[in-house]
C-alpha cells in the first residue's frame, strides 16, 4: 500500500533461472478492484538507459493453472 492508500504491486519476470525484469504498478480502482494494474517494466537492477516499457495485467480466473516448463512468475503485493 502506498501512503494514499493505493495498492502497490511488484513482480519478476524469471529468464534462464534468474530474474531478469522487474514490473512496479498501481492497482486501478483501489484494494479489492477489479479492473487490473498499471505500471511499467524495466530490467532489475534499473538502468536509466536500459530497455523499459508499459505493462498492464488482470486476474483472469480463481484457479490456480500449473505453468509451461521454463517460465517462473514470482508476484509480490
Known amino acids: 500500500m502506498t501512503p494514499h492508500g493505493e495498492v ?26 477489479a479492473r487490473g494494474v498499471m505500471g511499467n517494466w524495466f530490467e532489475k537492477d534499473y538502468d536509466t538507459h536500459g530497455p523499459a516499457g508499459p505493462t498492464a495485467f488482470w486476474k483472469v ?16 503485493p
Not at 519478476?12 to 478492484?33: C, D, H, N
Open 8 to 33: 502497490r504491486w511488484t513482480t519478476y519476470s524469471v529468464f534462464q533461472g534468474e530474474e531478469r525484469w522487474k514490473s512496479e504498478g498501481i492497482q486501478v480502482g483501489g484494494p479489492g478492484a
Open 61 to 76: 480466473s480463481s484457479v490456480c493453472l500449473s505453468l509451461r516448463d521454463g517460465f517462473q512468475g514470482i508476484a509480490r
